[in-house]
């Protein structure tokens, strides 16, 4: 899981961001360890019974919609002939959708087309990023559905792939990204996808600024994931509490 690719990120992404160099030397080591890249899609199908995955898969994704995903991240891509997966928070993005809220400078329509006319899947991730577990229903379904539709307005087919912001989501909001026609949803969870967790709550491991080469190869051969994700593990589920306590006081709609 990838958010923004750039030299200076804005301090809101700086650590979830990592440099184009970086991004260039882990895409190097994927090949190199005979990694197969698939998109969400993919993914999907071969869930339902579709062709089988190649072997070594992995789900190479970017969050929210970062302009340094065409400018740096691409290019990267299309040498190595990587398929990938951008999740685009559609009222974040530059153009006739955009809303307040935006972290960092982020792709405009163009842009967005661009990369999926070279092969990028391009999933959603709500319209305005809030936390969705958090929502009423109605916004709730608005902030899937808007997304779904816009998406399928502008690239001309209906977006098969979702991932929830912050990686928060719930039987309800799950629920509400089926009905919505997503075939597959990924969450966070700081550990590798397995069939078991379902199509809709797959896991991911994230890609932070501070990562090193040393430490991606031991995330993506699957080695002391754990360990490494012991902090974030462990804030995840206090916090968990604070919103769930938020939800049955009713103070966030």
Known sequence: MYHAVAHTPARATHAL?????????????????????????????????????????????????????????????????????????????????????????????GQVRELAAAGMEVGGHSHTHPQLDQLGDERLR??????????????????????????????RVRQVVREAGFGVSLAVGNALADRRQGPYALRRVTVRRGTGIEAFARLVHGRAVGRAFAGDRALTKGYALVRRSRQLLGKVR
């Not at 998406?151 to 039987?171: H, I, N, T």
């Open 142 to 171: 608005f902030e899937v559905v808007r997304c779904r539709d816009i998406l399928e307005a502008e690239l001309g087919r209906p977006p098969v792939s979702f991932a929830y912001p912050y990686g928060y989501s719930d039987r």
């Open 17 to 109: 961001s990592v440099s184009p160099g970086a991004f260039a030397e882990q895409m190097e080591l994927l090949g190199a360890s005979g990694f197969t890249p698939v998109t969400c899609a993919r993914l999907a199908d071969a869930w339902r019974g579709g062709d089988a995955l190649p072997p070594n898969p992995v789900l190479i994704t970017f969050d929210d919609g970062y302009e340094g995903v065409h400018r740096h991240a691409l290019p990267v891509l299309e040498r190595h002939g990587f398929a990938a997966t951008l999740f685009a928070s559609t009222g974040w993005l530059r153009g006739r959708y955009e809303t307040d809220g935006a972290l960092d400078v982020m792709l405009d329509w």
